[in-house]
Nanobody, 128 residues
């Protein structure tokens, strides 16, 4: 299983980015997809998670600080998931990771301990 994130970069506060997670060796319909971030000197924290199949996302969850600003989408046929970051704040700066929890169907969990596979991360830097 390989997960590759892309789309990070430097953006001004209030700006937007879309992060993409491309999965190979795993059908995204067979598990939950999580998004995490890690700021310098801090633990990796859950940002969002989702599960779905076909063309539908059945379940999503968001960390409180990103609710209303971040959203998720997925193209299960292509094996890609996206995290849409809007109205970015300096506190959103960090390395963003996507992850997969196998065999989680119908819901998801933002506890990093339950995830089985991880990408290498992509840096998001928000300048104030």
């Amino acid at each position: 299983v390989q997960l590759v994130e892309s789309g990070g970069g430097l953006v001004q506060a209030g700006g937007s980015l879309t992060l993409t997670c491309a999965a190979s060796g795993f059908d995204l319909e067979d598990g939950a997809i999580g998004w995490f971030r890690q700021a310098p000197g801090k633990e990796r924290e859950g940002v969002s998670c989702m599960s779905g199949a076909d063309t539908r996302i059945f379940y999503t969850a968001f960390e409180d600080s990103v609710k209303g600003r971040f959203s998720v989408s997925a193209d299960f046929a292509k094996g890609t998931a996206r995290l849409h970051l809007n109205n970015l704040k300096s506190a959103d700066t960090g390395v963003y990771y996507c992850a997969i929890e196998e065999r989680r169907i119908g819901n998801c969990d933002m506890d990093r301990k339950v995830y089985d596979y991880w990408g290498q991360g992509t840096q998001v830097t928000v300048s104030s």
